[in-house]
């Protein structure tokens, strides 16, 4: 067996290195199975001992190539003694398998998308594969570029928060600790930011996400996440909460006057407000059903809050407040898939009743023709009453709110509610 010290003594000189460097780069790019190198740009000195190597009769001219198989019997019968891939790892070290690191990192991308897609599969979530499709198209490893991460990781924490949204009331700093473990994951200027905002916007329906700040503060309020403690609002109407504090005093005035109220998180936060067993909170989508409500009924109307779409923290903070303190809420939305999943959302709060949203509500009106636009989107569910998305699904148009005016108004203005 020949001396690895001497051999590598021999070979490891700078007049063969070009050799050896071209050699190991063939070799590692076809996983060992190149016949040629071609070394470029070699000066005289490595010409000559290339051509004293390989028993040539004259120099070589540049660029230089040379048969694999015939440098392995060279370089064998040479005072070093050593095959051609025991040369290459003495003179610079172990020989990597490019080809297989490559097909070993394409089976592993693979792998992490066909993950993804089933993460989205289990939850039901297909709205979000347009998201998935367009990080995959480049946008995760732009990302991952930028911030020096790796693109599984970065994935793992959009696909963790885009699965949450959405968020169902929470502020954005919260929503960040609950999902990512750091209330600063999705700040302005985060890398994982407009990935995240990227799959709000096919969750709401954004074609794009905005340039603007105020843009972003919408898109997130469109998914249930607040930016802040005064973007967040509830608008209420008759509301006479118990408490002896400044928004308590003015929910009263104002449902005196018959005129609605918008109420901000950091009022709810700061005041006293206080609801019992007994009270009555009917909870809508769409702030038009409110504003006929203080137009017909005024001061009359039973109280009513008003959800604005995907509700706030706001909304939340007051419902859940509302529920502790015994009070029952009578929730409904849009019969469409969107408003299942609001109404399923507000629900959420506690000692929750659909008001208006059950399947019989819903076959009423499509028979009196009070429909809207055909259903579109994801197919909702609706855990109140299961026969109202078979219904809806059947006959496969929508029912607004707005075409169920006059139930609803009747309910308020009398103080009862029919499920």
Known sequence: MADPSRARA???????????????????????????????????????????????????????????????????????????????????????????????????????????????????????????????????????????????????EALRAALRLPAGGKLLPVFASEVLGDPHALDPGSVLTPLVLRAAASIAGWREVPSGAGGRRRLWADVGVDCDPLSASVLVHALRPGGTGLLARQLWESAEAGEPRIITLRELDRSDLAFACGDVLHVCENPAVLASAADALGPRSAALACAEGVPSTAVMNLLRRAASGGAELRVRADLDWPGLRIAAQLMAAGSARPWHMAARDYREAVAAGRTGPPLDGPRGSSPWDPALAVA????????????????????????????
């Open 10 to 156: 021999l070979l490891a000189g700078a007049q063969l290195a070009p050799l050896f460097e071209a050699v190991r780069r063939r070799l590692e790019e076809t996983g060992g199975a190149a016949r040629t190198a071609t070394v470029r740009g070699a000066p005289l000195e490595c010409r000559v001992a290339i051509a004293d190597l390989m028993g040539w009769s004259s120099v070589p001219a540049e660029p230089v190539r040379v048969e694999l198989a015939d440098l392995d019997v060279a370089l064998r019968e040479s005072a070093a003694a050593v095959d051609l891939r025991a040369a290459v790892e003495l003179v610079s070290g172990p020989l990597r398998d490019l080809a297989g690191e490559r097909r070993a990192r394409r089976s592993a991308r693979e792998r992490l998308w066909a993950d993804a897609q089933a993460a989205l599969a289990g939850e039901g979530r297909a709205e979000l594969g347009p998201w998935l499709d367009h990080l995959r198209s480049g946008a995760l490893a732009r990302a991952a570029r930028a911030s020096g991460g790796a693109e599984e990781a970065l994935l793992r």
């Open 392 to 419: 809806m699904e059947e006959a496969g148009v929508s029912v607004p709110e707005e075409r169920l005016l006059e139930a609803l108004l009747g309910d308020l203005g009398s103080g009862r509610s029919t499920t």
